[in-house]
């Protein structure tokens, strides 16, 4: 199962509602906000998409996190807790997939 890390020698400076990521190999800096930011806690070690997503959710209110028109409805509160988990995983991955390639380490 595929596992993802980050690059350690990425950087990461608190900003307000989010952070600054840098790679000083490449001189490239990313902004992420506060999601992205327990996203990249979760995976200063090697995890899984499973792993970072029910990590994600144990630390953050559903309903807050999503943006329209996933969050703070009904719709959002009322879901199964497997459909609020797999909407998770679907926003890890494309922050995952976000991430220019040499801010994460990918394990198989």
Known sequence: MKRYAANPVVSL???????????????????????????????AT?????AISAYLAANTDFAAVLPSPYGGGPAASAASPSA?????????TAFIGSLPSDFMVEYD
């Open 46 to 50: 090697p995890q899984t998409l499973e």
């Open 84 to 92: 609020r988990l797999a909407r998770i995983k679907e926003d890890v």
């Open 13 to 43: 400076r608190e900003e307000f509602e989010g952070a600054l990521l840098y790679n000083p190999d490449t001189d490239n800096i990313v902004l992420i906000n506060e999601t992205g930011q327990l996203i990249w806690d979760a995976i």
